[in-house]
């Protein structure tokens, strides 16, 4: 089944959105409603407080989607939100208010995989990506290297055994009193400090595909406890080198193994400068493509929901209405 005009419904964590894709690739409206200044005071996103702001927000956010789109309702083909993984209570409002909205407007309803609708961010503006593709997915929640082998075709080579990279970067600013989210700050102050001050460790750096960031995450804490002193620039950017180091290596290794037509960046993370940079670097020195979606479609947004949507919908169709929100989902890989 084929639907040209896709409303997509983001609500997994703290960001309520919605956006209005034509053909996986056309973005028409891309509306981003951040909680973040609702759960700083908490130093976190604090679930139950994202459902309720979720519930508030939601139709005046799809609603300004629809309008910046320039479309009528009825125009619509297909509704899409994300079911999992995520917070529960806050995966809820988007399923519920896409599951009544396709059933007002008679339209199928596709229940969309977060992971799967980050991998296709970088679809948005190039759509046409040569495959196998290596998107290294780095966000708050997740840390994962995947091999795209076809539209809807992943293997995934590792993850994290740990902490997930966004999440090192949003602790290390909490201890350190810079706010949250950690990783937009600490990228910041980054800039203007010396990335090799101080060498914070490189775990599993030579070891299989998997990643580890609690350590490094530890020792940073650790070394602002024994030198108060240090210069904080110059401690965000030689945590942030540490991590980005072991995450543009393993990458490029990837690249390498499976003959990858490119490289490719996807989450939160992946709005990082610096690895930004690095990634770029490698791929010129290699001689693949780097694919950098820009930050806005990085970090969650509903476009990227829609995007995957019409893959999804012309493979399997639309989704039962008695899906429910799953917390753990996780990526549907080959084999
Ligand atoms: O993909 P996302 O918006 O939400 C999840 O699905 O988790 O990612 C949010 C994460 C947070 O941990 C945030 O600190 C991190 O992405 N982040 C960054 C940057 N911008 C956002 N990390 C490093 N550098 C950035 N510029
Ligand atoms: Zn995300």
Known sequence: MTADLILGIETSCDETAAA???????????????????????GGVVPEVASRAHVELLMPVVAQAIVEAGVEDRAIEAVAATHGPGLVGALLVGVSAAKAMSLVWDVPFVAMNHLEAHLYAAFLEEPELEM?????????????????????RYRVLGGTV?????????????????????????DEL?????????AF????????????????????????????????RDVAASFQ???VDVLVDKARRAARDVGAKGLCLAGGVAANSRLREKTLDVCVADGYRA?????????????????AAWWRLQADGPSPLDIGANPSLRLPVIG
């Open 241 to 243: 080198e540490a991590v």
């Open 291 to 307: 694919f950098l979606p820009s930050r806005s479609m990085c970090t969650d947004n509903a476009a990227m929901v829609a995007a």
């Open 201 to 232: 460790p490189r775990a599993m750096a030579n070891d299989g595909w998997d990643f580890s960031f609690s350590g490094v995450k530890t020792a940073v804490i650790n070394h602002v406890r024994k030198h108060p002193d240090t210069d904080v």
């Open 190 to 198: 980054a800039m203007q400090g010396n990335a090799s001050a101080i």
């Open 20 to 42: 209005l894709v034509a053909r996986g690739t056309d973005v028409m409206s891309s509306v981003v409603s951040s909680q973040i200044e609702l759960h700083r005071r908490y």
């Open 132 to 152: 196998p593709l290596v998107i290294l997915l780095v966000s708050g929640g997740h840390t994962m290297l995947v091999v795209m082998e076809d539209h809807l």
């Open 162 to 186: 740990d902490d997930a990279a966004g999440e090192a970067f949003d602790k290390v600013a909490r201890h350190m009193d810079l706010g949250y989210p950690g990783g937009p700050v600490i």
